[in-house]
């Protein structure tokens, strides 16, 4: 049986998909995802809200 984490899963959904870029603020309970981002090809934006992710997200939805 192969066994992996949610992190893990959703790293590999993230790739799957075709996500190339993602925003957010790490820090507690959301570490362990931030951990597998960083193995990936996947890059991160740090923001200092969420307000400045949804932003971003909402750009590039907009320009893809």
Same mark, same amino acid.
Do not use: C, N, W
């Given at each position: ?17 075709? &996500?190339?870029? !993602? ?13 597998? +981002? $960083?193995? *990936?090809? &996947?890059?991160? !934006? ?13 750009? +590039? $939805?907009? *320009?893809?």
């Amino acid at each position: 049986m192969v066994t992996a984490t949610g992190s893990q899963i959703i790293v590999k959904l993230l790739e799957q998909m075709g &996500i190339s870029m !993602v925003a957010g603020i790490p820090g507690g309970s959301i570490l362990p995802l931030y951990d597998e +981002l $960083a193995k *990936s090809s &996947i890059t991160h !934006v740090l923001v200092r809200q969420e307000q400045a992710a949804g932003f971003i997200a909402q750009g +590039l $939805a907009r *320009s893809t």
